[in-house]
């Protein structure tokens, strides 16, 4: 039986009131894509190490949140959950088809790290109380809002002078992230009192398996490709790896403040413009 956490009476949403979670369905034809569809090999195969762990991540995102829907009552909360479910819905597709393509660039590797992840957080929802499944989903979107942030805001960064139908799709993606970036939070704190734990599962289960899983399975492509068997080559990995990793390790602690919410009006000013930037794609 379902062990239920009671509803807390400030259980609410903090998505602003300007701010719109709209699912949106829009198609993309990734056929005329290589593997490498940012700036460099660093940039592409970082990225297509996280669409490998994004699609089991985000089911388990909305089992967690459709589980626990019965416990809120915030309507606007409640609409905010269903259409995050929508989104994550879509999301999940799309990124199954990316990885369909990864596939046959050979990388045998792809489907036994699949099913490990999928063991792995497994059995880390059946071991796990209440307070802690409820904080599996926010660790997630931590990392998926933080990914989506910075390819936002260091798009040059990551995409150089590059435009396809992959840079679209990721686009999209980070704009419904940023946009939905405050729902499983919201739910967290909503029920557990002890917003403290989420920063807990991030530094003792969640980063490290996020940088394992993501820099190890962009490690394995490079090899895989031989990019890394190029000794000139080991300079601009080593430099991506300290680029980028402020990125994944940030913002823990943030969580330890009993007011913390997730959006701040800088990043209503960077969704907005990104909205701005990519009305083309998502009308």
């Not at 699609?55 to 909305?62: A, L, Q």
Request: proline residues 6%.
């Amino acid at each position: 039986m379902k062990k239920r956490i009671p509803q807390m009476e400030t259980a609410h949403s903090s998505t602003p009131d300007d701010i719109a979670i709209l699912p949106r369905r829009p198609e993309f034809d990734f056929s005329g894509v290589g593997k490498y569809w940012l700036k460099d090999p660093f940039t592409s195969q970082f990225m297509n190490a996280v669409s490998i762990v994004v699609p089991h991540s985000e089911r388990t995102v909305i089992d967690i949140v459709r589980k626990y829907a019965d416990n809120i009552s915030d309507p606007k909360l409640l609409r905010d959950m269903d259409a995050l479910i929508r989104q994550e819905g879509r999301h999940t597709l799309m990124h199954l088809r990316c990885n369909d393509l990864l596939k046959k660039c050979g990388y045998p590797a792809i489907r036994p790290f699949e099913r490990f992840h999928q063991f792995f957080v497994g059995i880390l929802r059946r071991i796990s109380p209440p307070a802690w499944e409820l904080a599996m989903p926010a660790a997630f979107e931590h990392f998926t809002s933080a990914i989506s942030r910075d390819f936002i805001v260091n798009h040059t960064f990551w995409t150089g002078d590059q435009s396809n139908a992959a840079i679209d799709f990721t686009n999209w993606h980070a704009l419904e992230e940023l946009e939905h970036q405050a729902v499983c939070f919201d739910v967290f704190a909503a029920l557990e009192r002890r917003t403290w734990l989420l920063t807990l599962s991030l530094f003792f289960i969640w980063m490290p398996a996020m940088l394992v899983s993501v820099y190890g399975m962009q490690f394995y492509f490079l090899l895989k490709d031989g990019i890394l068997l190029k000794r000139k080559n080991w300079g601009s990995y080593l430099k991506f790896i300290f680029q980028s990793l402020p990125m994944l390790t940030r913002g823990a602690l943030k969580y330890v403040d009993k007011g913390f919410r997730p959006w701040n009006p800088k990043d209503v000013q960077i969704y907005q413009a990104q909205k701005r930037k990519i009305q083309h794609v998502i009308s």
